[in-house]
């Protein structure tokens, strides 16, 4: 019960807001097509007022959740691995290694190994003088 009464009382809310638009942006004399134009007009407004609302909300959620499981993850005292131990292959020591590294991302850094284009060859560049070509 408290809940329908809770919207009921937006909804009366809303109405009053809308009403108070309409009246200051159109005049006596404007007809009332107009008048329901502007109406539609503010609602629209409003509903996508609520939805960036609705999404800031839902991205503060998603923050919110995001630091309590890197917090939850700092307490356990994981934070900064990722499933590794922290030895590298190489050595056995803790730290970052060229092979750690090139194993975690190697092959997005690795230049492409896709042939050279004809546009990219030095003879593409050579200009070939034929007796016809010339005016």
Do not use: Y
């Not at 329908?4 to 006596?28: D, G, I, P, T």
């Not at 009332?32 to 839902?58: C, P, T, Y």
């Amino acid at each position: 019960a408290a809940a329908a009464a809770l919207s009921v009382q937006q909804a009366r809310e809303f109405e009053e807001e809308k009403q108070k638009f309409v009246e200051r942006v159109c005049s006596e004399s404007t007809r009332h097509d107009v008048r329901a134009w502007v109406g539609k007009i503010f609602n629209m407004s409003h509903q996508k007022r609520l939805a960036a609302q609705q999404s800031e909300a839902k991205d503060r959620r998603r923050r919110r959740m995001r630091h309590r499981s890197s917090s939850a993850t700092s307490d356990a005292g994981l934070s900064g691995f990722s499933g590794n131990t922290g030895r590298t292959a190489d050595t056995g020591e803790t730290g970052a290694s060229g092979t750690a590294l090139l194993a975690a991302g190697g092959s997005i850094a690795a230049g492409s190994h896709r042939p050279r284009s004809a546009a990219a060859s030095e003879e593409s560049m050579v200009v070939h003088h034929t007796a016809g070509d010339e005016p």
